[in-house]
């Protein structure tokens, strides 16, 4: 066999590649409906599970808050031990549904179609920051509710006499209710806002992916006739950019492209223009970059 490869001519060597090459691109041609069929479904599926996590991270956002205002409309109670239990179950139902929230992006759910977080993933790592940071919080309000009803017992609704004055200004219970469950409060909250700034940015990472796998399997299906192409403008200086966006900021991305300029609006025309035009007859399936050199 390998005799009788070694003696064909160049001219049937390159013929017989080439023939082998037609017969790829007519199978791919052949399977390219089902491709962009199957990549849509997979943008489809990314894009909902991304929908769902972002949605509990809303729900921490939600209830993390709710529990906050519970505790501290809890401790402006005078002498009601009614009303300051109604706000402590407040609290404690808020703070159930957070951990639920919490538990869904750590342990999944199978009615959501949701798998649990990867072993050591950013989303397990986030997600159990705040775990971590919402146990201190809860620690603080299990301490300050214990406290609280401990100084309203004996106390008489309506009735604001000098054990209820003295109950309102006790130097533990401020310190529990202006700084300690503030702070505890406010951590669990920055954690929680990382959490959802890393699945905002993992959402707009699956959208672009979907459109560039999309577009390549469209760009075989309806070759030769139609050639499909995909921009992808970087840090282009809109109003936003000039007017709005934070000094600093706004100068680490000028430090930080290779070409040290910002995009303009006039960049990204010239090249939809020329993926538009005759110069480009011979590209297809191709994502053309407008970043000044940031991705390379």
Request: glycine share 8%; proline share 4%; with cysteine.
């Amino acid at each position: 066999m390998k005799t009788f490869l070694g003696n064909l001519t160049l001219r049937y060597k390159l013929f017989g590649a080439f023939a082998v090459m037609s017969a790829l691109v007519a199978i791919t041609g052949v399977f390219g409906i089902m491709n962009i069929e199957l990549v849509g479904t997979r943008v489809v599926d990314m894009m909902r599970t991304s929908a769902a996590l972002e949605k509990a991270v809303l729900q921490l956002e939600i209830h993390q808050k709710a529990c906050r205002v519970a505790l501290l409309e809890a401790s402006r109670v005078p002498n009601d031990p009614g009303e300051f239990r109604s706000y402590a179950a407040t609290y404690q139902k808020k703070r159930e549904l957070f951990k639920k929230n919490l538990n869904l992006l750590l342990l999944g759910d199978q009615k959501l179609a949701l798998a649990p977080a990867a072993p050591g993933s950013p989303l397990e790592r986030m997600a159990k920051s705040v775990r971590a940071s919402w146990g201190d919080f809860e620690g603080v309000a299990d301490e300050f509710l214990a406290y609280k009803g401990a100084l309203l017992r004996g106390l008489k609704p309506g009735v604001i006499d000098q054990k209820a004055m003295v109950s309102l200004a006790d130097a533990k219970l401020n310190a529990l209710v202006t700084k300690r469950i503030m702070e505890a409060s406010e951590a669990a909250k920055l954690d929680i806002d990382d959490l959802a700034d890393y699945l905002e940015s993992q959402m707009f990472s699956a959208v672009k992916g979907g459109i560039m796998s999309f577009s390549k399997s469209l760009a075989r299906s309806v070759a030769p006739k139609v050639r499909v192409n995909i921009l992808a403008p970087g840090w282009i200086e809109t109003e936003f950019a000039a007017t709005t966006m934070d000094p600093e900021y706004y100068r680490n991305v000028l430090e930080s492209t290779p070409l040290k300029r910002w995009g303009t609006p006039d960049d990204v025309a010239r090249s939809a223009v020329f993926l538009a035009s005759s110069d480009s007859a011979f590209l297809t399936g191709q994502m053309l970059m407008i970043g000044g050199g940031v991705v390379m």
